[in-house]
């Protein structure tokens, strides 16, 4: 099925999200996609990765836990956190402009490398043995976030690359990526952290009062004191490289503020999904982050645009009554379900673009099967740049 | 809904529930409903639609929420919800449903407050962010505190006095199931899997004791992790890869409800050769126009279209439930509903399961 073969109509207060300028602005450097889960991210990341490469552009696409087929599209056979070619020649087109690369993030290996940059052998030998380290590091909400920001953050320092098109972690909250390098700052930063990393009876318990100590037995006694111990010597070890990391987290932050960095949020017609990205596009605004435009993956599109769902149902039931034409009653009967799915898909849409009238939009068509491989990716490419 | 006991078994453990009265005529019935699925699969639709099934008749259950998206008073069309079990529902029969949004704040404040009466500690530690790293040096602790409040309202007895926490036994249980709209199907497992979560980080001590008894009946009979799912590749394929994982945690799995399916309008044939681009367009205007439809042969064109779409999708369909027949777990199926879901649809949906056998 063509992608753009059905005609659609888009919400009229909203503009349309010019993809292809987007990806092949030079200017552009980094191309973040954001939104909840099972709205079609990590697909989305790909196709804009593989339309930039038709662009011209050589991209590197950073996705976090794709599914198996459509890593396996890529060429992605394990988290490497190593940028691998990808294989254009599948994508169905003869010449390729540009080049893309394809890497999964390992967050536990990211996290271990910038301990390593930033500490002494001893020290960083320390801190990776530390248990606390290792749940930090593997199980911290949050940390997959911050170490998806700190590879583009690498990835972007080390200039060679055109193009960095970022797939963010599938959060139990869209904001936990923007939050989280802050979040994992604060808490190693924190005034708890640091008491609690201070061997007792220093100064900190003195100023702090009685509170501090009924604070601690009490943390001691629902965590366990074996863990305390492992915070106090990891916060010992970790303190003389927590600048260094404070640092990189706000260099990030700055970075995605820049110029040359572009925010998509990524949604599908569906409530829930479309409330995830209003807050996120206002939570972007607030953070001064700057929003390229909104893709609306999986939108339902009317072969018959002259023919409401209603009239089809009405005919459908002429005809069950009459008692003959029964194909032509079922294709009204399954013509006017599509159009229920369909009238409700536009109300949605339609209040994002009155609550956003200037987020330009970009509709990708619902496909009848699944994408998993290059050409797949490349029509939703064309799709999306055609919007 | 039926219930795999052989995971139990597995686990070797006896459930003898001291003071389990003659009025618990099935102490094996499954009371803890865990739902999950993969985001958009429609899994807190599910669970709320689970909670009214399950209240029909004249039951009382707890539907609890644990990721404080507040997507329950939003099914019901309700303000948000407080860490406070509310009746949000009635459900036929005289049943009603009882909702809450569990926060691991509230419940680890709740649990120090319960078991050590330590409200002005709870006070300071909130003061202090102390909660937030308590909860964060020790990462499975959210996830013990969130699992410990769904199960505790599962054990919890009318004659129970709650605040000391003693089981005075023999009363009746407050609710007849608790269903749990759960974190989604990459999670769920390490989620359930509290034992394992606390092992590493609190080797004794009161959140090992409360992981312990949170476990005793997530591992028991009395709980079965149902999975949400649509007919499209990845969510499936999270489903059987997901309840693979829930049998390794030793936990039971219950049923696998396919939402969102759509209605079969054609014969196999028919939708053979449409998946296939062929289409008796000529029925089709005929057809048309004995509807009186107006541009029969255009419109005839794009019924078509439609028509072999949607057999492409009805055949890639068959492949995933085929693939979800491997899984030798019973299979619910919810239809679509274009219209979007509120009070009303949960009822219907609801109806549905009753009528699966649930």
């Keep these: ?387 | 809904m039926p219930t795999g006991t052989h995971a139990a078994a597995r686990s070797g453990r006896e459930h003898k529930l001291p003071g389990v009265s003659a009025r618990d005529r099935d102490a094996e019935a499954v009371r803890l409903h865990v739902v999950t699925g993969k985001g958009g699969t429609g899994k807190t639709t599910v669970a709320a639609s689970l909670a009214l099934a399950l209240a029909a008749g004249g039951g009382t259950v707890l539907l609890v929420e644990v990721e404080g998206r507040q997507g329950i008073a939003r099914l019901f069309g309700t303000r948000p919800l407080p860490y406070e079990e509310r009746p949000i529902a009635d459900a036929p029969g005289g049943g009603r449903v009882c909702a809450l949004a569990a926060d691991a704040e509230s419940a680890l404040l709740e649990y120090l407050e319960m078991f050590y009466g330590m409200r002005r500690a709870g006070q300071l530690l909130t003061r202090f962010g102390a909660v937030d790293f308590a909860t964060t040096v020790a990462p499975g602790m959210r996830d013990v505190l969130l699992t410990g409040k769904a199960t505790e309202a599962v054990r919890r007895r009318a004659s129970e006095r709650r605040r000391g926490g003693r089981d005075a036994g023999g009363g009746r249980h407050v609710y007849d199931a608790v269903v749990m709209d759960a974190p989604p199907t990459g999670r769920i497992a390490q989620f359930l899997n509290v034992n394992a979560e606390v092992a590493g980080l609190a080797r004794v001590g009161p959140v090992h004791n409360h992981a312990d008894k949170a476990m005793s009946t997530l591992r028991s009979a009395q709980t079965a992790v149902h999975f949400v799912t649509v007919l499209e590749e990845m969510p499936a394929q999270e489903t059987v890869d997901g309840i693979a994982e829930i049998h390794a945690a030793g936990l039971n799995v219950g049923s696998v409800i396919v939402n969102m399916v759509h209605s079969g309008f054609f014969d196999e044939p028919v939708l053979r050769e449409a998946a296939e681009g062929s289409v008796d367009t000529g029925a089709l205007v005929r057809g048309l126009k004995a509807a009186g439809l107006e541009d029969a042969e255009e419109t005839a064109h794009g019924l078509a279209q439609e028509m072999s779409e949607h057999a492409q999708r009805a055949s890639a369909e068959a492949a995933i439930r085929a693939r979800l027949d491997e899984v030798d777990r019973p299979r619910m199926e919810l239809p679509l509903l274009g219209g979007g879901v509120g009070p009303e649809e949960l009822h219907l949906l609801a109806e549905r399961l009753r009528e699966q056998g649930l």
């Design chain 1, 1 to 387: 099925m063509s992608a753009g073969g059905l005609g659609g109509r888009r919400p009229a207060s909203a503009s349309a999200f010019d993809v292809d300028a987007l990806l092949s602005d030079r200017g552009t450097r980094t191309v973040v996609c954001c939104g909840s889960g099972g709205v079609g991210k990590t697909t989305t990341a790909a196709a804009m990765g593989v339309r930039a490469a038709e662009l011209g552009r050589d991209a590197v696409v950073i996705t976090v836990d794709p599914a198996r087929r459509l890593a396996q599209s890529m060429g992605l056979r394990e988290l490497d956190n190593t940028p691998r070619p990808v294989d254009l020649t599948e994508s169905g087109r003869a010449a390729m402009p540009g080049s893309l690369h394809a890497m999964m993030l390992d967050m536990k290996r990211t996290f271990d490398e910038i301990v390593e940059a930033h500490a002494d052998a001893e020290r960083a030998r320390q801190i990776l043995a530390n248990p606390f380290y290792q749940s930090l590091s593997s199980s911290f909400s949050g940390t997959q976030e911050y170490m998806a920001m700190e590879k583009l953050g690498q990835l972007r320092e080390s200039g060679g690359w055109d193009l960095i098109v970022v797939d963010t972690p599938p959060s139990r909250s869209a904001l936990d990526f923007l939050d989280a390098p802050e979040r994992l700052g604060r808490f190693l930063d924190s005034r708890l952290i640091r008491i609690l990393g201070a061997p007792p009876a220093t100064g900190a318990f003195k100023v702090l009062g009685a509170g501090v100590g009924m604070v601690t037995s009490v943390i001691a006694k629902v965590v366990g004191a074996q863990v305390l111990k492992d915070v106090q010597s990891f916060v010992s070890a970790f303190d003389a490289v927590f600048g260094g990391f404070q640092e990189r987290a706000e260099r990030t932050y700055r970075l995605l503020q820049a110029h040359g960095t572009g925010f998509v949020v990524v949604a599908a017609p569906e409530d829930d999904a479309l409330r995830e990205a209003e807050y996120f596009i206002e939570r972007l605004r607030t953070d001064r982050m700057p929003l390229a435009g909104v893709v609306l993956n999986r939108v339902h599109r009317t072969a018959v645009p002259g023919l409401s769902g209603p009239d089809a149902a009405a005919a459908a039931a002429e005809l069950e009554q009459a008692g003959d034409h029964g194909l032509a009653a079922a294709a009204l009967r399954l013509y006017a379900e599509r159009a229920r799915v369909r009238d409700r898909e536009q109300w949605l849409m339609g209040r994002l673009a009155a609550n956003h009238p200037d987020v330009p939009a970009a509709e990708v068509p619902a496909h009848p099967v699944d994408v998993h491989d290059l050409a797949g990716l490349a029509e939703i490419g064309r799709a999306l740049g055609r919007a």
